[in-house]
């Protein structure tokens, strides 16, 4: 098999392992967490009959109700009657749970309820975390040329200057992650929930892809919602490729802004030597182009990272 | 000036901004949803009261009435009587909410309630992620010396050879952070807030250096709370410097990665030479090295990133 072979199979075995990862996040969640909610909403559904069979309510009972009422709350057990039906913990929500945990968008609309949640939580993502950049990056790595450099050729093929060509590239590419990531699923997500606003859309898609989550608008919460599961396994999928873009947008700027010298120009006055031959490190090259000779910093930058086994030469004190 | 008392100065400037950002995005956020929120609070007592007066309760009313308190309690405002003293859009709160929001912790534990504040977080969030990045990114090259390069240089004149250096450098940083940044925060917290256990203390610190914020743990929002303004303060203190730690810990493993060649060995093979080449730049350097002979690969590398206008040699189809 060729490189090019292995290298796809390679990443179908980081997204299939990313699969099951998160499928075995959602078993032990699944498993940790349903017996706690469970026992949560008894107990609320007896509270609730308790309150109600009172013959007089005086505040203070009332204030005692809703402390417990906004405590359970808080770890998504609602005593609303038509929100009963479904767990917070069945396989598909604690799949999703997973996800926003290892993708640290981290919505906070469910959380564990029990010590052992919170701790099987720290170790999942401890592990996850880098995992999912790994995936994103392996992902992102794969369809560099389909989006960025492809097109970049094809503008300078129809006529354009290569500085330019990226630009106009960049905001060919920004129009359509807009479109594709924010504006087309804000639409369907205020079709599909019938109290989201498109403005409540929109800022859903921008809270999720930027990683803050503020849990606030979560798709999939509302009670009597058609095919639940599969739904929230759609926004998982939405979720993983919009990131992927966001981070694809990302490193498309930060190549056109070495391009056009706005990296150096942003670029804080150095500090240590090796981080800004780092960031400085030209990614491009230029068609017609003599070769650079090789001045006596090419010749005294080491090629092989095996060979360089301290950071002493940026130890300059 | 010279160049380092100049990058100290930018750097001051950096930090100083960021914190003019934090606290305009405070005023806005406080004259947006103040009013909104005190409307709300208004509505919820007179709901309660109105609850209260009722002759008998019935299962339709209190589910009405229940519908009416978790809404409002979605949005931060709750109707229990020790909690209506405090606002969540006071200045200290908004600052703490805008902080949640540009390092992309997001708790969610308040949320915008208008569509003006929507509208203005995502505008806030969009210019306020990136300028956050950069402040960590500048504050992380500065102490990069002080907690990383130089350590790293004592451990090899204490007789260390440069690889195990770079191990036990990395070792004891990881030891310092969790010690500084996870154990003793998670005892702090414990101690001020009365229902956290040491438990839910590190569950909050790990859940918030990960920028995952939950937010079903999220300091000085119990009612009463002493010196709140002074403690959100230092909340927010405590996740710029930790966010800025786990940076600089995610750096030094990357550069000892690359030392060790686990950066090439976990690494995808190659789809793109220039991302991988970009990669694999060497950071360190080995003190008793002899320079390596220009290459062709050496000679053929661009060095000069304004020379190269396009990203064509890294197009191979």
């Given at each position: 098999?060729?490189?090019?072979?292995?290298?796809?199979?390679?990443?179908?075995?980081?997204?299939?392992?990313?699969?099951i990862?998160?499928?075995?996040?959602?078993?032990v969640?699944?498993s940790?967490?349903?017996?706690?909610?469970?026992?949560?909403?008894?107990?609320?559904?007896a509270?609730?009959?308790?309150?109600?069979?009172?013959?007089c309510v005086?505040?203070?009972?009332?204030?005692n109700?809703l402390?417990?009422?906004?405590?359970?709350?808080?770890?998504g057990?609602?005593?609303?009657?038509?929100?009963?039906?479904?767990?917070?913990w069945?396989?598909?929500?604690?799949?999703?749970f997973?996800n926003?945990?290892?993708?640290?968008?981290?919505?906070?609309h469910?959380?564990?309820l029990?010590?052992?949640?919170?701790?099987?939580?720290?170790v999942?993502?401890?592990?996850?975390?880098?995992?999912?950049?790994?995936?994103?990056?392996?992902?992102?790595?794969?369809i560099?040329?389909l989006?960025?450099?492809g097109?970049?050729c094809?503008?300078q093929?129809?006529?354009l200057e290569?500085?330019?060509?990226?630009?106009?590239?960049?905001?060919?590419?920004?129009?359509?992650?807009?479109?594709c990531?924010f504006?087309?699923?804000a639409?369907v997500?205020?079709?599909?929930?019938?109290s989201?606003?498109?403005?409540?859309?929109?800022y859903f898609?921008?809270?999720?892809?930027c990683?803050i989550?503020?849990?606030?608008f979560v798709?999939?919460?509302?009670?009597g919602?058609?095919?639940r599961?599969l739904?929230?396994?759609?926004?998982?999928?939405?979720?993983?490729?919009g990131?992927?873009m966001?981070y694809l947008l990302?490193?498309?700027?930060?190549?056109?802004?070495?391009?056009h010298?706005?990296?150096?120009?942003?670029?804080?006055?150095?500090?240590?030597?090796?981080?800004?031959?780092?960031?400085?490190?030209?990614?491009?090259?230029?068609?017609d182009?003599?070769?650079?000779?090789?001045?006596?910093k090419?010749a005294?930058?080491?090629?092989?990272?095996?060979?360089?086994?301290?950071?002493?030469?940026?130890?300059?004190?």
């Open positions: 098999m060729n490189s090019v072979g292995k290298s796809w199979l390679l990443l179908t075995g980081l997204i299939l392992f990313y699969i990862y998160l499928l075995f996040g959602a078993l969640f699944s940790i967490e349903r017996p706690v909610e469970d026992e949560l909403r008894r107990d609320m559904e509270l609730k009959a308790e309150f109600l069979n009172q013959s005086s505040a203070a009972s009332l204030e109700f402390v417990r009422v906004l405590t359970a709350n808080k770890y057990v609602s005593v609303l009657r038509n929100s009963t039906v479904t767990s917070n069945d396989l598909a929500s604690s799949m999703f997973a926003t945990l290892v993708t640290t968008v981290g919505y906070g469910t959380t564990p029990s010590d052992t949640g919170k701790a099987f939580s720290i999942y993502a401890l592990i996850g975390v880098p995992f999912t950049m790994l995936v994103l990056t392996a992902c992102v790595q794969r560099m040329y989006l960025v450099i097109p970049v094809l503008l093929r129809s006529g290569p500085r330019p060509a990226t630009v106009v590239h960049f905001v060919l590419l920004l129009v359509l992650v807009v479109l990531f504006l087309a699923p639409a997500f205020s079709a599909v929930e019938v989201w606003s498109f403005l409540d859309g929109l898609c921008f809270i999720s892809l990683t989550g503020l849990g606030d798709p999939g919460t509302q009670p919602q058609k095919y599961p739904y929230q396994v759609a926004v998982m999928v939405y979720l993983f490729v990131l992927m966001m990302l490193r498309t700027f930060h190549k056109m802004s070495d391009l010298g706005l990296t150096s120009f942003l670029q804080l006055p150095r500090c240590e030597e090796s981080d800004v031959d780092e960031d400085r490190e030209p990614i491009v090259d230029r068609e182009r003599t070769p650079p000779q090789p001045t006596e090419a005294s930058r080491p090629l092989d990272p095996g060979s360089q086994p301290s950071y002493n030469t940026i130890n300059k004190g």
